[in-house]
């Protein structure tokens, strides 16, 4: 199982946010870096795979309003894939992946 905690600096622009998708989940080149594309290779994912939130990374991806839209869509994509899952952890609860 794979689990993710987003970096809410890495989703500062347009950009940034898909540059940072496509690493996180090896994408293909033809990956077409915008919320479609990301829905759609989101719920083509076979591995579980565990997005973990805090309130610290929900409050500073929501004061960007591309960055909160990926947010939503990844949420859509949990809805539509059974091994996407969303998680909202306090901060004191979260351990350093090995």
Request: charged fraction near 30%; proline fraction near 2%; aromatic fraction near 10%.
């Amino acid at each position: 199982m794979r689990k993710i905690v987003l970096d809410a600096s890495r989703m500062k622009s347009r950009g940034e946010v898909h540059d940072y998708m496509q690493e996180l989940f090896a994408f293909p080149d033809y990956y077409g870096h915008n919320l479609d594309a990301l829905y759609d290779c989101l719920c083509e994912l076979n591995e579980d795979t565990d997005f973990i939130l805090t309130r610290d990374n929900v409050s500073a991806i929501c004061a960007d309003t591309y960055a909160y839209t990926t947010l939503m869509v990844i949420g859509k994509a949990s809805e539509a894939n059974d091994h996407i899952h969303i998680h909202f952890q306090h901060k004191e609860e979260q351990k350093e992946e090995p």
